[in-house]
């Protein structure tokens, strides 16, 4: 095992502003990692530069008028934030994808050129859009530019509990791969080896911390349906969110995080923003 601690930024791309926790939005938490040499990577990719330019569009009435609301702020776009910090959006080399949801990959075409690595059956699954659900969530429009996919079968190592876990393609050892299907078919986490420790990315696997923190699983009601609504498979999900509260209990030197909680930020509670409301122009459902 290498022993290279990487250079990990917490960017809040997203604010949905009407699925709240405990009062607060929902936030989409993305990982920008510095690596000795592949470039820059990003963990999940939040709402992109089209998605801020035209939201109805690229996330469908409902996501952006409806149950989710996201606040309109081109500058929360993963490019935006990068630029701001000085780099340029080509030393993106790598995004490493939780799965593949509208409010994870609308990034993706701000960095065309950037290998994208995702389990294979996640990809098979947005691919393919067979049900009333995944035509809904997968939207492909975000991949419409064709990105350099790089997908993975269900084979790897065990690590702290998990099984398949696998180190990717051009990309340090620092960096894994951790099916945690549920959510989506072909969900998964990312680990990290951060300079103070091994970080969990556990993308839509929990929105709760108590979901997975603590004795008992426990899920604020709005969250909660809005779980029960969107998930492929609840079997695995309660599965895989044992594993995630085992590995809290037995690793609590891991960093455990989920894509949406607004309060597992290092920094503390993001976003601290006002609620502003959009509703659609007139005659946008009919
Ligand atoms: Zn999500």
Same mark, same amino acid.
């Given at each position: 095992?290498?022993?290279?601690?990487?250079?990990?930024?917490?960017?809040?791309?997203?604010?949905?502003?009407?699925?709240?926790?405990?009062?607060?939005?929902?936030?989409?938490?993305?990982?920008?990692?510095?690596?000795?040499?592949?470039?820059?990577?990003?963990?999940?990719?939040?709402?992109?530069?089209?998605?801020?330019?035209?939201?109805?569009? /690229?996330?469908? #009435? %409902?996501? @952006?008028?409806?149950?989710?609301? !996201?606040?309109?702020? &081109?500058?929360?776009?993963?490019? +935006?934030?990068?630029?701001?910090?000085?780099?340029?959006?080509?030393?993106?080399?790598?995004?490493?994808?939780?799965?593949?949801?509208?409010?994870?990959?609308?990034?993706?075409?701000?960095?065309?050129?950037?290998?994208?690595?995702?389990?294979?059956?996640?990809?098979?699954?947005?691919?393919?859009?067979?049900?009333?659900?995944? /035509?809904?969530? #997968? %939207?492909? @429009?975000?991949?419409?530019?064709? !990105?350099?996919?790089? &997908?993975?079968?269900?084979?790897? +190592?065990?690590?702290?509990?998990?099984?398949?876990?696998?180190?990717?393609?051009?990309?340090?050892?620092?960096?894994?791969?951790?099916?945690?299907?549920?959510?989506?078919?072909?969900?998964?986490?990312?680990?990290?080896?951060?300079?103070?420790?091994?970080?969990?990315?556990?993308?839509?696997?929990?929105?709760?911390?108590?979901?997975?923190?603590?004795?008992?699983?426990?899920?604020?009601?709005?969250?909660?349906?809005?779980?029960?609504?969107?998930?492929?498979?609840?079997?695995?999900?309660?599965?895989?969110?044992?594993?995630?509260?085992?590995?809290?209990?037995?690793?609590?030197?891991?960093?455990?995080?989920?894509?949406?909680?607004?309060?597992?930020?290092?920094?503390?509670?993001?976003?601290?923003?006002?609620?502003?409301?959009?509703?659609?122009?007139?005659?946008?459902?009919?």
């Amino acid at each position: 095992m290498s022993y290279v601690r990487l250079k990990v930024h917490h960017l809040n791309c997203a604010c949905i502003q009407r699925l709240t926790i405990h009062g607060q939005q929902l936030a989409c938490h993305v990982l920008l990692i510095e690596t000795p040499s592949s470039g820059l990577v990003l963990v999940d990719t939040g709402l992109g530069t089209a998605d801020y330019a035209n939201m109805p569009s /690229r996330l469908g #009435y %409902m996501f @952006a008028y409806g149950y989710a609301n !996201p606040r309109r702020d &081109p500058k929360l776009a993963a490019i +935006e934030q990068i630029k701001a910090m000085g780099y340029q959006p080509s030393d993106v080399k790598h995004i490493v994808l939780t799965h593949m949801d509208l409010d994870h990959v609308g990034g993706l075409s701000d960095f065309p050129a950037a290998k994208v690595h995702l389990h294979a059956t996640e990809l098979k699954a947005a691919m393919e859009r067979r049900t009333f659900k995944a /035509r809904h969530r #997968y %939207m492909p @429009a975000m991949w419409a530019h064709g !990105p350099d996919f790089q &997908p993975y079968a269900v084979e790897g +190592e065990r690590w702290l509990g998990f099984e398949a876990v696998r180190e990717l393609a051009g990309l340090p050892p620092e960096i894994l791969l951790i099916p945690l299907f549920g959510h989506t078919l072909g969900h998964c986490g990312v680990a990290v080896q951060g300079e103070d420790g091994w970080l969990l990315h556990a993308g839509d696997a929990y929105f709760d911390p108590r979901e997975v923190k603590g004795p008992v699983r426990k899920c604020a009601l709005k969250v909660g349906l809005f779980q029960f609504a969107v998930t492929t498979n609840r079997r695995m999900r309660f599965y895989n969110q044992d594993r995630l509260r085992s590995l809290t209990a037995d690793h609590p030197e891991v960093k455990l995080f989920s894509a949406h909680n607004p309060f597992e930020f290092p920094d503390g509670l993001q976003p601290a923003a006002p609620y502003i409301p959009r509703t659609a122009p007139a005659g946008s459902f009919a």
